[in-house]
């Protein structure tokens, strides 16, 4: 049965604004995310105002085209909202909050990136651009939301309506996508992160090994000898870049992922726990509350009444 959008209410404004603001709320007619045509590409809805949520976002990039979030990591403030996009290079754990009501719901696209699509972009640009020799790995930043970003996700939104046009536009809007991000005023920290250079490139190395094997034990000794650092200077620099220590890192991780399982309802509780690496059952719930401030069986009904499916 196909489900009817609820109707947006747009404000007066610039014509391309209103038109992405449309687009975006037909395809996101329930509440939470709604997956599109493409993947790594969900469009979300939500009426509430969020305080205080943990996040962990995937590399790739958040566009709010109507509504408004922050993120806090580390003092710093990210801004997110109808004039600001925030570009994630490497996944960090942060808060996050974020302003929507009945009348004006917050509707935002969330692009995942494709790494392989993105590392042969950066390397394309970095072969044919002149850079600073070092720029620093950022996980987050917010950017202006430009005229030629806007223009590329506005395409990008009238595309996902029309199955014959995803498919043969589809991949060209999201290459473009791709490397108007990654030439933006956040393109160096990403490229940086992408090509895995230096210092910050071994720390990115380690982070994507950690993504690969958290469910495993870890020793930050091993951790830091893979680096080829030593084990106080690996936790300096990872703590640079990803505001937590390793150890907090890792955790968080588990608790991310074992939400997306618990929201499946495929697995108890005691399985999820041991498929994300926990050992003892009762110290997962005891993290599980701390992280997220709800039980378990509390965050699943958070998660489905705020988010809906989770990827």
């Known amino acids: 049965?196909?489900?009817?959008?609820?109707?947006?209410?747009?404000?007066?404004?610039?014509?391309?604004r209103r038109e992405l603001v449309e687009l975006a709320g037909l395809l996101a007619p329930r509440p939470g995310y709604n997956p599109t045509g493409l993947d790594?590409?969900?469009?979300?809805?939500?009426?509430?105002?969020?305080?205080?949520?943990?996040?962990?976002?995937?590399?790739?990039?958040?566009?709010?085209?109507?509504?408004?979030?922050?993120?806090?990591l580390e003092g710093e403030v990210y801004l997110y909202d109808e004039e600001h996009y925030l570009a994630v290079s490497v996944p960090v754990p942060f808060r996050m909050?974020?302003?929507?009501?009945?009348?004006?719901?917050?509707?935002?696209?969330?692009?995942?990136?494709?790494?392989?699509?993105?590392?042969?972009?950066?390397s394309e640009v970095g072969g044919r651009r002149s850079e600073p020799a070092a720029c620093k790995v950022r996980g987050l930043v917010s950017s202006r939301m430009e005229p030629s970003i806007e223009d590329v996700v506005l395409r990008l939104l009238r595309v996902l309506r029309d199955p014959v046009e995803l498919a043969v536009l589809g991949p060209g809007v999201m290459r473009e996508l791709h490397y108007r991000?990654?030439?933006?005023?956040?393109?160096?920290?990403?490229?940086?992160?992408?090509?895995?250079?230096?210092?910050?490139?071994?720390i990115v190395q380690s982070l994507a090994r950690l993504r690969e094997t958290y469910s495993s034990?870890?020793?930050?000794?091993?951790?830091?000898?893979?680096?080829?650092?030593?084990?106080?200077?690996?936790?300096?620099?990872?703590?640079?870049?990803?505001?937590?220590?390793?150890?907090?890192?890792v955790k968080a991780m588990r608790l991310h992922e074992a939400?997306?399982?618990?929201a499946r309802k495929d697995k108890t509780i005691a399985e999820v726990?041991?498929?994300?690496?926990?050992?003892?059952?009762?110290?997962?719930?005891?993290?599980?509350?701390?992280?997220?401030?709800?039980?378990?069986?509390?965050?699943?009904?958070w998660v489905r009444r705020h988010l809906g499916e989770l990827a």
């Open 97 to 122: 909050e974020s302003v929507a009501s009945a009348e004006r719901p917050l509707l935002a696209v969330y692009v995942e990136f494709n790494m392989r699509l993105a590392a042969e972009i950066a």
């Open 259 to 262: 939400r997306r399982m618990i």
């Open 217 to 249: 034990r870890i020793s930050v000794a091993g951790l830091a000898h893979e680096a080829g650092m030593s084990v106080p200077s690996y936790h300096v620099h990872f703590k640079a870049l990803t505001g937590s220590s390793p150890i907090q890192y």
């Open 273 to 301: 726990a041991a498929s994300v690496g926990y050992t003892s059952p009762a110290q997962f719930s005891r993290d599980f509350k701390r992280h997220f401030r709800r039980t378990a069986s509390e965050e699943v009904k």
């Open 40 to 72: 790594g590409v969900r469009v979300l809805r939500t009426e509430a105002v969020l305080h205080d949520i943990p996040v962990l976002y995937k590399p790739g990039a958040v566009f709010v085209l109507q509504g408004r979030k922050r993120g806090m």
């Open 181 to 202: 991000v990654l030439v933006g005023p956040q393109g160096g920290a990403m490229i940086a992160a992408l090509r895995q250079a230096g210092t910050s490139g071994r």
């Open 1 to 16: 049965m196909n489900t009817l959008p609820i109707p947006i209410k747009l404000e007066s404004g610039r014509p391309v």
